[in-house]
T-cell receptor, first 113, second 110 residues
């Protein structure tokens, strides 16, 4: 039972490079989310998708784009990485938007030099 | 503004003892309060939640207490085990959005 799968687990980028973080869930959940986790900051919502075909900005969307490719997959793209985007990124899903019970992936540790 | 915080950033307990992790919140309109556990190298995992119209909810070895008068939330872990070592986050749901606290690290001494 995989749950939420994120790739890659680790990534090092140079400033200005682009990359896409992949996320897939096998729980038939409608809603998916991208969070970033920084020391002393807790989890902050970047973007979310209430259902297939919709995406919305969260608390810290600047510098990111997302794509809800289908019901299973929700990707996060950094078009021009900056050192301020060094963080641990988590994808999560829930059966409905606003559910208090989120299922998280194991995270992607991203360093931007 | 809304905020969810923690009284203690770290907590060290002896194996077998009970643990109490505390959390303060500021939005009295939040309708759900939740605890997540994050083990090293993993994503957060849902532990237990409580609706705002409840004072106490029990799970397996865990109890969450909600004191709306002082806007305080706590997680009690009975007979703490080494596997309980993790960072614990409280979160509140306000207007459909989850707001996470900064976390408390629980260390269990054998």
């Amino acid at each position: 039972n995989a749950g939420v799968t994120q790739t890659p687990k680790f990534q090092v980028l140079k400033t200005g490079q682009s990359m896409t973080l992949q996320c897939a869930q096998d729980m038939n959940h409608n809603s998916m989310y991208w969070y970033r986790q920084d020391p002393g900051m807790g989890l902050r919502l970047i973007y979310y998708s209430a259902s297939e075909g919709t995406t919305d900005k969260g608390e810290v969307p600047n510098g990111y784009n997302v794509s809800r490719l289908n019901k299973r997959e929700f990707s996060l793209r950094l078009e021009s990485a900056a050192p301020s985007q060094t963080s641990v990124y988590f994808c999560a899903s829930s059966d409905i938007l606003g559910s208090e019970k989120l299922f998280f992936g194991s995270g992607t540790q991203l360093s931007v030099l | 503004g809304e905020s969810v915080g923690l009284h203690l950033p770290t907590l060290s307990v002896q194996e077998g003892d009970n643990s109490i992790i505390n959390c303060a919140y500021s939005n009295s309109a939040s309708d759900y309060f939740i605890w997540y556990k994050q083990e090293s190298g993993k994503g957060p995992q849902f532990i237990i939640d409580i609706r705002s119209n409840m004072d106490k909810r029990q799970g397996q070895r865990v109890t969450v207490l909600l004191n709306k008068t002082v806007k305080h939330l706590s997680l009690q872990i009975a007979a703490t085990q080494p596997g309980d070592s993790a960072v614990y986050f409280c979160a509140e749901r306000s207007q459909g959005n989850l707001i996470f606290g900064k976390g408390t690290k629980l260390s269990v001494k054998p």
